[in-house]
DNA sequence: TCGTGTTGTAAACACCGTTAACCGTCCCGT
DNA sequence: ACGGGACGGTTAACGGTGTTTACAACACGA
């Protein structure tokens, strides 16, 4: 009976069994039910005992936001791949569609990640000794960015009006540009240097805003009318949005 | 020295002093600080008193939330005196900035009135007898498509093709087409039968879909890469969104 | 064997939502 | 004039919360 004790297991297993215990009444009961003493009762231990682990609730509440964030990239990956590998458009779509599906099947875990007051998150303030910085975050931006990149490889999408990108956002949409091609090029994809023009990256950025829209609205239920069945409505979504890039939607 | 004390004024007074308060907890601590014992000692009462006039934490949240909706509502409708009232586009155009400067500058009103998981939030369930039914909720879903309409009314918009609304929602845009016009009507607003037709209440979908998107994202700092100035960004979704229906933006 | 670090505990503090019992102060009907 | 509600407040209490402190058990290397 080698039955092991919470004490023998390495440290980062009970680590991650805190932050699942969390995220399972996170999802079952709400934000407000994950309590440090509802988790120790979980795991059979006492609420102090956790702050051997974490430095207080909003820093569990951190950690597991990445855990979300690391899920859903899985998920998403998951879902490639089942898509032919050359097949950028599929892929795309199979994210976008992804992201909706995850989002609805997730709606508390998906508030706390995308729709929760700036927690002045974006602190990937390093400065070589600082401790602050905390990547992940962004799984979702890096797979749909990289899918985005592939396609953008492989087809010829239709590049609006050249100077319809407002000017002050130039400066942003450059360094952001700069951003991409490093982590596409680092993903081992080419990527012709005049394919990423600045209209593509503010295509990429609206495309984003459109598709987060409609998520939002759906989780938060919170269309201007009931949408009996609101898949259509994404759907719809979906094929204009490839339509305005001039690319088939081959469903 | 007539000091009235509490018990003098009418209800009505105490009951929206409390709100008041706990909107200033809201505003100035977030919403987990919206505590009834809290609010009481802003009132120089205690906690239990507050029974007396709301029957729980939950449902005084319900009343500030449709306070903020009512502010909402008011501060557009403000907004909408400083335009000259035949502009319609300048209408919409105003209530579109409105909503973003509104959602930016009250961050936690904005998530908790229109970024929180549905807690069965529409409840206009009546059935004549039955108590629950609060309203207010859409204000800024009736001045908006007020304007819309209004807009609708005395510009003629580019309709876009008329078989692209997913056969699937027509039963939805129908009814919520009775609705606008009705609402519309009731506001005194003339409107031809057929400038309503289901791809323009489609439209007002889409351009509700691109306007909660980007405020959200903005309020939420969740754009995929940190935007120096989205001023700029949103003004240029705008003129967007006014080309696609074939209007000019005079801005 | 003697620290020493690790991981748990119990006790306590201050705060929370909520309920119960109580207590004046008005006002209204008899 | 007097009794009795309704009203609007109080205090006390229960069980819950995050967090800190002090303490105990165990592991392990010098």
């Known amino acids: 009976m080698t039955e092991t004790t919470r004490r023998d297991r390495p440290r980062a297993d009970t680590e991650r069994e805190i932050r699942q215990q969390a995220r399972r009444l996170l999802v079952e009961q709400g934000r407000e039910a994950v309590t440090l003493r509802a988790i120790a009762r979980q795991l059979g231990i006492t609420a102090p005992a956790l702050y051997r682990y974490y430095d207080s609730r909003e820093d569990l509440l951190r950690r597991v936001i990445d855990d979300i964030c690391l899920d859903l990239g899985a998920e998403l990956t998951a879902d490639l791949t089942r898509i ?13 569609r992804g992201f909706r599906r995850w989002a609805l099947a997730h709606p508390q875990e998906f508030t706390l990640v995308f729709a929760s007051p700036d927690d002045s998150a974006h602190c990937e303030v390093d400065e070589s000794t600082g401790k602050m910085m905390r990547p992940a975050k962004d799984q979702f931006g890096r797979i749909f960015l990289n899918m985005a990149g592939k396609l953008l490889a492989t087809h ?25 091609l490093a982590q596409i090029e680092h993903e081992g994809i080419e990527l012709p240097e005049q394919a990423l023009n600045l209209s593509v990256v503010y295509l990429m950025l609206q495309f984003w805003v459109r598709l987060y829209g409609q998520v939002a609205l759906e989780v938060f239920g919170r269309f201007p009318f009931a949408v009996a069945n609101p898949e259509p409505l994404f759907e719809s979504m979906l094929t204009e949005l490839f339509d305005d890039i001039g690319l088939a939607d081959a469903s």
Chains 1, 2 share one sequence.
């Open 84 to 96: 032919d590998e050359h097949d950028a458009v599929g892929g795309v779509l199979a994210v976008c």
């Open 156 to 180: 010829k999408v239709l590049v609006p009006e050249e100077e319809k990108v407002p000017a002050d956002l130039r400066a942003d949409l450059i360094a952001f540009r700069g951003h991409l």
